[in-house]
């Protein structure tokens, strides 16, 4: 017989309501708690503390991915992509890929700047349009804390020894048909994420982005990719997991940070260039 107590209670003595908890668990799998022989599901105190910890996690600033995967240290939780993390942080929009070129850029190019030991981290979809960007990965990676890069990179191999370390993503991976970079340093943060939205053949490549220089936004779209890369069997360096997984929010980007990475966009775009 399983015992405990129902979702209703569990918010109760939480201090939500069971729809903050239904959300929850449909968008992540948390709680969990145990199927009874009715098909009810039952939770017990180690669930209810467990929502305490995420509660105040969210109430120090965390993003809700973050909080709950920082409690549940990935047991449970499903695979997510970066774009989604992204997207509970920041508004999206639709973009064509010469102005996500321009916004990736400007945030490599702004970490480089800073000459801080940044964790750096990139999603290519396939192979070839990492090659194209290797030249610019090869000098973010030599100053980084830990940079990683993740595609389907055609060959089944994992190099996990160089910098940025490269890893496969599996077939039935999300991030197959995802577009992320991610810069987290002491005092500067930013994402670029985006999938690909269907077009019919022929047509120009459409994407759904979001770009910020939101900590709370890098930091859920770097927990999505540290965990993939723990998925295929790669190592995250305990300096980059701190950074990534740390659940107090960090500061946040300045005003002057976030103004000259949007200005480097422009000058890219600039036609006049």
Known sequence: MVEGFSIGVLA????????VLRTWEN???????????SGH???TDADLE??????????AGAPLQLAIDAVVRGGGAPRR????????????LRLGRRSLVAASHAVEDECLARGERAVVLGAFQ???RYAA????????????AWAAVLADFGDGEREAGGSPARYQLPADSPLRREWAVVCLGESYAAVVAAWEVPVVPGAAPSYEAVISTHRGAAKAAAGVLVSAVRSVGGT???EAARVVEDPAPGPATSAADADRTWLRVLAELDPLR
Not at 50 to 59: F, H, I, S, T
Not at 87 to 92: L, T
Request: hydrophobic share 40%.
């Open 133 to 144: 960007s290797e030249h610019r990965w090869a000098e973010l990676g030599r100053t980084a």
């Open 41 to 43: 599901r039952r939770f």
């Open 12 to 19: 109760e003595r939480a201090g939500v309501t069971p729809g």
């Open 126 to 128: 396939v192979g070839h």
């Open 50 to 59: 467990m929502v305490r910890q995420v509660l105040a996690a969210r109430a």
């Open 27 to 37: 968008r992540f799998g948390f709680p969990s708690g145990t199927r009874s022989a």
């Open 81 to 92: 992509s970066v774009y989604a993390a992204a997207a509970q942080e920041a508004r999206p």
């Open 236 to 238: 995250v360096p305990d």
